[in-house]
T-cell receptor
Framework: EDQVTQSPEALRLQEGESSSLNCSYTVSGLRGLFWYRQDPGKGPEFLFTLYSAGEEKEKERLKATLTKKESFLHITAPKPEDSATYLCAVRVETSGSRLTFGEGTQLTVNP | ETGVTQSPTHLIKTRGQQVTLRCSSQSGHNTVSWYQQALGQGPQFIFQYYREEENGRGNFPPRFSGLQFPNYSSELNVNALELDDSALYLC????????????FGPGTRLTVL
């Protein structure tokens, strides 16, 4: 069974304190790994797609990387507005179109 | 470019009732997927619609059903509501159906009493 595990469950940072969120996966035939940001009571907002090991994507203070077993979302010098839940999802070759999500990491950045 | 929209925003129903949730896909997107997100959990895939037909289904019972219309908008219907159906229901649109990113709407918060 495909599994996606995110850690930590929750993370508190001070403004400017860089850190990383982890998404480890056990799947057969990865066809894409997706990162989303979700604010309370709202729908997930698309951030990145990664397709192959070694790939990296950047957007403002966020950088996503991918290996054969896990993905990291690096947050450099975070600001309070980066506070949100970050979700990781995978698409695999045996499951067609569906995304399988992890439970998310709740990030709080204090001023 | 118009994003994904969903209606209603909030809904309160009682156990045993039926509910219909609606979704309009992002401009240019022909595929709609529905997800259920319980509080504190990641979204769970319900099903996907492409060219007005179901194109993949998750582990949800038949009382969860859907439709897609020629303009690519979609409905999620849930019959015989149970307390555990209380959740945020998310619609995501994409194109083409198997590859590419899925873009989510704001969701409908369903509470079953």
């Amino acid at each position: 069974e495909d599994q996606v595990t995110q850690s930590p469950e929750a993370l508190r940072l001070q403004e400017g304190e860089s850190s990383s969120l982890n998404c480890s996966y056990t799947v057969s035939g990865l066809r894409g790994l997706f990162w989303y940001r979700q604010d309370p009571g709202k729908g997930p907002e698309f951030l990145f797609t990664l397709y192959s090991a070694g790939e990296e994507k950047e957007k403002e203070r966020l950088k996503a990387t991918l290996t054969k077993k896990e993905s990291f979302l690096h947050i450099t010098a975070p600001k309070p507005e980066d506070s949100a839940t970050y979700l990781c999802a995978v698409r695999v070759e045996t499951s067609g179109s569906r995304l399988t999500f992890g439970e998310g990491t709740q990030l709080t950045v204090n001023p | 470019e118009t994003g994904v929209t969903q209606s209603p925003t909030h809904l309160i129903k009682t156990r045993g009732q039926q509910v219909t949730l609606r979704c309009s896909s992002q401009s240019g997107h022909n595929t709609v997927s529905w997800y259920q997100q319980a509080l504190g959990q990641g979204p769970q895939f319900i099903f996907q619609y492409y060219r007005e037909e179901e194109n993949g289904r998750g582990n949800f019972p038949p009382r969860f059903s859907g439709l897609q219309f020629p303009n690519y908008s979609s409905e999620l219907n849930v019959n015989a509501l149970e307390l555990d159906d209380s959740a945020l229901y998310l619609c995501a649109s994409s194109t083409p159906p198997v590859a590419g990113e899925q873009f989510f709407g704001p969701g409908t918060r369903l509470t079953v009493l």
